[in-house]
């Protein structure tokens, strides 16, 4: 058992450096398309069935991460927003659903009928509606940059605090997970990201054990995603099959490799890789800014 928690625990982070050193290399280098990952054939499908496999697994097992790191390297791949956004929807909403049971499955999270984990979930989706709608018809009169640094702003925020919280013991707090479930909400509705990193690590400063928190996030936002799904696609049109396809097949089997890994990754651990890449993303958002 030990072993395996060594070989699991080693692999679960060289999927997270090696997920994030390729988004920060092509965010940040102006490298022009990856043209290998763009296209119909079986190598091509195999490429984005693996990228998405690193994506989930590092989502999954951190409550944050796959759409934030796939959808810019998708880009630079030569796809357009109308392919990549509803392909990244469907692939969370069948991943997402797919962890939050595989979690419960293995007890990182106890979804039944009158759990507090529960009770957590339908606070946190009706959140998501409400903050989702709000979002919508600010963003039409805010300023995209003033959105941004916001945003920076708070998940860095948030970063620092799950760092600065490891080792003390924090009583659970309905009224804070209104609070960051709503923030996290208007975030995602506002500009597409945001979300995993608020919901996950403020979860987890509500006084939600770091496993269950992960557990409740992958649901909720698989959740969402459909929401967003059949908005996107009533408004714009219909999906890009071969790319959500291949997304979502690398994903899913992703899934139960996740769910183990949080099963046997420490509480303490947990929350020093996520406060540590929580903040690494607030300030990756407000560098690209300046």
């Keep these: ?65 796959y759409g934030t790191t796939l959808t810019p390297i998708l880009m630079f791949s030569g796809y357009t927003p109308l392919q990549i956004v509803p392909a990244v929807l469907f692939s969370e909403f069948v991943t997402g659903i797919s962890a939050g049971l595989a979690h419960h499955s293995l007890g990182n999270v106890d979804l039944s009928r009158g759990t507090d984990d529960r009770r957590v979930m339908y606070l946190l989706l009706a959140l998501s509606v409400v903050g989702t709608l709000a979002a919508v018809v600010m963003a039409l009169n805010l300023p995209a940059r003033a959105v941004k640094f916001y945003i920076g702003v708070i998940i860095t925020a948030v970063g620092l605090f799950l760092i600065a919280g490891i080792g003390r013991k924090i009583r659970y707090s309905s009224a804070r997970i209104i609070a960051l479930g709503t923030v996290a909400a208007f975030n995602k509705g506002i500009s597409g ?90 300030v990756m958002t407000l560098v690209k800014l300046f």
């Excluded at 296209?39 to 091509?44: F, I, S």
């Excluded at 054990?209 to 009533?234: D, Q, R």
């Design 1 to 65: 058992m030990v072993n395996l928690r060594k070989a699991l625990t080693g692999t679960w982070i060289v999927a997270i450096v090696f997920l994030f050193s390729v988004f920060i290399f092509f965010s940040y280098s102006g490298a022009g398309a990856i043209s290998f990952l763009h296209g119909k054939t079986v190598l091509t499908l195999l490429l984005l069935s693996s990228l998405a496999f690193v994506a989930e697994y590092v989502d999954s097992s951190l409550g944050m991460g």
């Design 193 to 282: 990201g945001g979300y995993g990193p608020l919901i996950t690590g403020g979860q987890i400063m509500c006084g939600v054990p770091e496993k269950n928190a992960v557990g409740i996030t992958s649901f909720v936002e698989g959740v969402v995603c459909l929401v967003g799904l059949i908005l996107y696609v009533t408004m714009q049109g219909g999906i890009y099959w071969p790319l959500a396809g291949a997304l979502t097949a690398g994903a899913v089997l992703s899934v139960p490799v996740a769910a183990w890994t949080v099963k046997i990754v420490s509480g303490p651990t947990l929350r020093w890789v996520i406060g540590v890449i929580t903040l690494l993303l607030g």
